[in-house]
């Protein structure tokens, strides 16, 4: 069966003054209708980079290239411009990171969101401002029509995310590739978005790519997981493999740094990682997270370390983890 | 003028836990703000209740908490605190003196502010040394020496690395700057510090790091502290006592243990729900919150969270609750006390 996106060894350079950011190195992914995929990772590891070389909109000078990058059969990487014109916006949505650089402060809410509509459906003024008018109202923006003829600055942030959604649904697009939808939202509303992806997704088979940084949106909402660090994958799996079981370092380091309500009672203290993410411009030797890990042994930094994979689990490491986190609740 | 802390030695001599010593260092009393927003051409403005009535206090030596959504007004505290802007109504006494009395520049030293984004309000031209030896010299405590043995001191202590004291804001990480913009806070020894969001903006890794840091200089020096935040879960690791603010108002107050344990007004109960925990085999909360967004330009009658409220009844749309005491928490709510088993009480 074909994949709705297939991706093999997508690799994504930068130059810059005096040599070149390596910032995604050899990632794959695939989604299928109506799944979810999390991108998860810290600030730096490439995260963007990688779905903006999905929809082509790398900064001007980077350079992508892939083994495959297949739609629905179709291959991006020869695709025309225009021809990723009429797919992006349509087939496939896009929930930027920054709503300001997506949203023209030049003009209304309503005539953006209309536009993106009428360009690709044909669609009439009036069917325009309906459609707008129903997604607005379902991603929980009352008072919709007086909305519309406001402008982006004069809107909240949380706000600002809201629209953006909803301009990436106008179409009903096979696959939403959301970065970080709800990182400016507060808990309850970002719960409440959270629910409203999920229920689209039901409703219209829609598959959802989300990136963020934050495990426990990953953790509830995942069918799978992509832990990133440094422009490659460390480890793949369902939510359940990868938090439940996490086998790289890295991972559970960053489960480690999270905060837990009632995690004071038990006098824990945060974990928090040493250091921070390494330099993107040199090539590593070895695993990119040894320098940080407490369990890496010399090894670790010489050896090439493969993705190795158990039960449809991949991890890149050495000296894998093993320890299980959370009670399953199966046959509890 | 020299300071009587310079050494950085703990304003208390013993741990922190003994120095809450009950008498509150900052205090607000009945504040209120409203905005007045203009309609445009031809229409009325309106106005807007950002703040209602709200009452705080901060004891020596602690932490005090304000939890709650995007726009119920916890910023708007924070700079009224900060004496940066006036209340419509109500009083604020630092050490029990009226701020209004007190010099501008002597406030300005007393209470320190640490904001979200601290890249805006770090200096790009100085560099981190210079950055936290400026408050010294705008107030002109001790001389050149004793200022910058001060500052490396603090950046020390924050833990940033010696290599980065003549970095530039620039250089720096996320992380990296906020710990600057706390040992600048820190630098003309306050009584309080006012952190809004301060790891809001940041990794779950080095907020880690900056939660531990703010634990530690807690317990190292004993100042007292108030901390914002929408997220339980990140007040819970700093504050002793916390404030949960809905449209404007305090709803719920009580010790962070207690209220996380046994959260009593139903609007803290989602909040403690909407802490999404990376567990695998749990889905998504479910908040029960309906699908109707406050707006502080027009508060609902009588208790002002009922349009969202499952467990509201006549009584909640005609009138506005006292705050009650029920197990050492003060909550505004008619139906406190009566609302059953929490879903989610946190596990020991
Ligand atoms: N225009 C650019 N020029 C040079 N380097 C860049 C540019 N944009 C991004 N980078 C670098 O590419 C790497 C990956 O960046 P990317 O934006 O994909 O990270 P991310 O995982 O999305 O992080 P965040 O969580 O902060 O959004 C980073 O090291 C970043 O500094
Ligand atoms: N200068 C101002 N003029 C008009 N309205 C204002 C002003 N400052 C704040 N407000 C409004 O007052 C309300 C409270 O704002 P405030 O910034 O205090 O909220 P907050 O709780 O800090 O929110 P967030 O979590 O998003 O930072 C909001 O509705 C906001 O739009
Ligand atoms: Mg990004
Ligand atoms: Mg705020």
């Known amino acids: 069966m074909t994949k709705l996106l297939d991706i093999k060894n997508l690799r994504v350079e930068i130059p810059i003054q005096g040599g070149a950011v390596h910032a995604v190195r050899g990632v794959d992914l695939s989604i299928d209708r109506g799944e979810t995929l999390c991108i998860v990772g810290e600030s730096g590891s490439g995260k963007s980079m990688s779905s903006l ?122 696959i939403l590739i959301a970065d970080e ?129 158990e039960d449809g689990h991949g991890f890149a490491c050495l000296h894998p983890e093993t320890e299980a986190r959370f009670a399953q609740k199966a046959g509890v | 003028m020299a300071l009587p802390a310079f050494t950085l030695k703990p304003k208390h001599d013993s741990p922190r836990k003994q120095v809450c010593d009950m008498t509150a260092i900052l205090e607000a009393k009945g504040i209120s703000r409203t905005y007045t927003l203009s309609g445009g051409m031809m229409k009325k403005s309106s106005k807007l209740q950002a703040v209602r009535d709200v009452s705080l206090y901060v004891n020596r030596g602690e932490t005090c908490g304000i939890v709650g959504e995007s726009g119920c007004g916890k910023s708007t505290v924070a700079r009224i605190l900060l004496g940066l802007e006036q209340p419509d109504a109500g009083q604020i006494t630092l050490d029990g003196q009226a701020i209004a009395s007190i010099p501008r520049a002597e406030l300005s030293r007393r209470v320190q502010p640490v904001f979200q984004d601290p890249y805006s309000t770090l200096n790009p031209r100085r560099s981190i040394l210079e950055t936290v030896i400026h408050p010294l010299n705008v107030h002109k405590v001790g001389d050149a020496p004793s200022r910058d043995r001060r500052a490396r001191k603090l950046l020390d202590q924050v833990g940033l690395p010696k290599r980065s004291f003549h970095a530039f804001p620039n250089q720096l990480s996320g992380g990296q700057r906020q710990r600057v913009a706390i040992a600048r806070a820190l630098a003309l020894d306050p009584d309080i510090l006012v952190c809004d969001e301060p790891t809001s903006a940041l990794d779950v890794s080095i907020q880690a790091q900056i939660l531990n840091l703010i634990q530690d200089l807690q317990r190292d020096l004993g100042v007292a502290m108030v901390f914002i935040s929408h997220n339980l879960g990140v007040i819970e690791h700093v504050a002793d006592r916390v404030a949960v603010m809905y449209l404007g108002r305090v709803v719920e107050t009580g010790e962070t243990r207690k209220l996380m344990q046994r959260p009593e007004h139903p609007y803290t109960r989602a909040l403690l729900e909407s802490v999404l925990t990376p567990d695998p085999e749990l889905g998504l909360p479910d908040l029960d919150l309906g699908r109707s967004f406050p707006d502080p330009t027009n508060i609902p009658s009588g208790c002002s969270f009922h349009p969202r409220c499952a467990f509201r009844t006549s009584v909640c749309e005609d009138s506005a609750p006292e705050p009650r005491q029920i197990h050492g928490a003060s909550v505004e709510c008619h139906l406190a006390g009566n609302l059953g088993e929490n879903r989610l009480a946190t596990v020991d």
């Open chain 1, 181 to 309: 939808p709800t990182s400016a939202l507060d808990v309850t509303v970002q719960v409440q978005i959270l629910h409203l992806l999920k229920d689209l997704q039901t409703k219209l088979g829609i598959a959802v790519i989300l990136i963020t940084h934050d495990l426990g949106v990953v953790a509830r909402t995942a069918d799978r997981v992509a832990v990133v660090y440094a422009g490659q994958i460390l480890e793949t799996g369902t939510a359940r493999q990868v938090f439940g079981t996490p086998r790289h370092p890295y991972t559970a380091r960053l489960l480690d740094s999270m905060p837990i309500p009632g995690m004071m009672r038990l006098r824990r203290k945060l974990q928090a990682i040493p250091g921070t993410v390494p330099s993107l411009t040199n090539d590593f030797q070895g695993c990119a997270f040894a320098a940080r890990c407490d369990r890496a042994r010399p090894e670790c930094r010489t050896t090439e370390v493969p993705l190795v994979r």
């Open chain 1, 53 to 174: 070389a999905v929809m082509n909109l790398l900064p001007k000078g980077a350079h992508r290239s892939a083994d495959r990058m297949s739609f629905l059969g179709t291959d991006l990487l020869r695709l025309s411009h225009r021809g990723m014109a009429r797919i992006r916006g349509d087939r496939i949505g896009m929930i930027f990171q920054e709503p300001m650089t997506s949203l023209n402060p030049a003009y209304t809410i309503g005539n953006q969101l209309q536009e993106v509509y009428r360009r690709h459906r044909r669609a009439g003024r009036a069917a325009a401002r309906d459609r707008a008018i129903e997604l607005l109202e379902l991603v929980g923006i009352p008072n919709a029509p007086l909305r519309l003829r406001q402008y982006p600055h004069q809107l909240s942030g949380g706000l600002r995310q809201r629209v953006m959604i909803a301009m990436s649904l106008m179409c009903e697009p096979d």
